[in-house]
């Protein structure tokens, strides 16, 4: 496996996750992110010993993106500060069926998760563990596929829950396309997949010489090469 790494310091570590590879250490013997950058410090590295990789933030196994990775303590308790005060960006681009109502909108709803069934469920404000949600979506373009209408949104993420783009989307009557878990029609599919999700930009402050970075990808494959880009950044 070939990391496509986008930055690279002696703190920090931005690279794009591939969509099908797990974003932490798995427990199966298929590759994972902090498995494969650890064999490319160790290439690149003269130090003895296991080189530490901190996880800061998680995607889907399905859904490839940008993401950053600590090398040191330190640098995971600046970037892991940013992720839990909501300073850290994210931007994604969504594929769903249909297409929302409005072209642009605030969705604000209280996801509970159900570790035992590893799914996320919208519920009323009030219910034990349930935590708010929130995100900001733009309409870009949509198109006639297999007769029946999809949609490219942009979408910024304000808040980090289990699964939360997938079931906002879902609740609000646009699943994205490909999501065997929340979207009723692919949920008979027994052939792998990923969903058409995809991180495509990511800001924070570098955890030692405070700089703003953004990192931003245009996903190439899949569903995402349907539509006409000119709005979408």
Same mark, same amino acid.
């Given at each position: ?8 310091d002696d703190d920090i570590f931005v690279v ?38 901190g996880v800061i933030h998680r995607l889907d ?24 005060g909501h300073q850290m960006e994210k931007i ?49 373009? +949509? ?7 999809? +949609? ?82």
């Amino acid at each position: 496996m070939k990391l496509n790494i986008l930055f690279e310091d002696d703190d920090i570590f931005v690279v794009e996750k591939p969509a099908g590879i797990e974003s932490q250490s798995g427990k199966t013997f298929e590759p994972d992110m902090v498995s494969e950058i650890k064999k490319h410090i160790n290439m690149q590295s003269t130090k003895n010993g296991e080189p530490y990789v901190g996880v800061i933030h998680r995607l889907d196994k399905p859904v490839g993106g940008v993401m950053v990775y600590a090398k040191s303590q330190i640098a995971a308790e600046a970037l892991s500060r940013q992720v839990s005060g909501h300073q850290m960006e994210k931007i994604y681009y969504a594929v769903v069926c249909g297409k929302p109502v409005d072209n642009f909108c605030t969705y604000v709803d209280y996801l509970w998760k159900d570790g035992k069934n590893n799914c996320s469920k919208i519920v009323e404000k009030g219910i034990k563990s349930a935590k708010p949600a929130e995100l900001d979506y733009w309409f870009v373009d +949509s198109k006639i596929l297999d007769g029946k209408e999809v +949609s490219l949104l942009k979408i910024k993420l304000k808040t980090g829950r289990h699964h939360q783009i997938r079931v906002q989307m879902a609740g609000h009557g646009t699943p994205l396309w490909g999501d065997r878990k929340y979207n009723p029609e692919f949920q008979n599919h027994f052939t792998k997949g990923n969903v058409a999700l995809f991180a495509s930009g990511l800001t924070f402050i570098h955890p030692k010489t405070k700089k703003k970075m953004t990192f931003s990808i245009k996903p190439k494959e899949g569903l995402f090469e349907l539509f006409s880009w000119q709005n979408a950044f």
